[in-house]
């Protein structure tokens, strides 16, 4: 089932986010307290669109970043791992001019599009735009592609079955665990 730009602002309506209709788009500001758009600002101005006749949506941050230089390969292959370690963002990078957008994509088809939907299009691109901004931006001006600690899939398993551990148990198991690696050094 198509939606229409509409039904899309009463979701946003319902939601409790400011926004207009111009033209064939919905705008969304947002202040942000770690993304800068690329005039320094810290806020973003995103955007929905509907494409064939409503049976396709677009969320998207226009001009999220400008990626022109020496370092945009850098850049774009922090955008790639940024995608790669998360959900729902896309980047789309426009050569011409260095535009790049955050963006949420899919088909509406047959199905109705609901509030909760849209809502986490929204603010999971705007979470994300915070979460990643700092990064990103380090890899567009300085070419270092860096993301910071980040605790493994395998420490994160291991930590959460250490902490069903009663504490006797796990202190005994880490005192066996220290004495095997001090043997082993020797």
């Not at 999971?124 to 493994?152: K, M, R």
Request: glycine content about 6%; overall charge negative.
């Amino acid at each position: 089932m198509a939606t229409s730009l509409r039904e899309v602002s009463d979701f946003l309506d319902d939601l409790g986010l400011q926004h207009e209709i111009q033209d064939d788009h919905v705008l969304l500001p947002f202040a942000t307290e770690h993304y800068r758009d690329p005039e320094g600002e810290a806020s973003l101005l995103m955007a929905v669109h509907l494409e064939e006749g409503g049976h396709y949506l677009k969320v998207f941050v226009p001009n999220a970043f400008r990626a022109a230089g020496e370092h945009t390969d850098a850049f774009l292959r922090a955008a790639a791992i940024v995608q790669w370690k998360t959900k729902l963002v896309q980047f789309e990078f426009d050569e011409t001019d260095g535009e790049v957008r955050a963006i949420v994509e899919f088909p509406i088809e047959d199905a109705r599009l609901t509030a909760g939907q849209l809502g986490r299009c929204v603010h999971g691109l705007v979470q994300l735009l915070e979460a990643y901004a700092e990064p990103l931006q380090a890899a567009l001006d300085t070419g270092v592609i860096a993301f910071g600690e980040e605790t493994s899939p395998m420490a994160e398993a291991l930590g959460e079955m250490l902490s069903t551990l009663p504490p006797d148990v796990l202190a005994e198991a880490l005192r066996v665990a220290d004495e095997r690696q001090r043997s082993e050094r020797r």
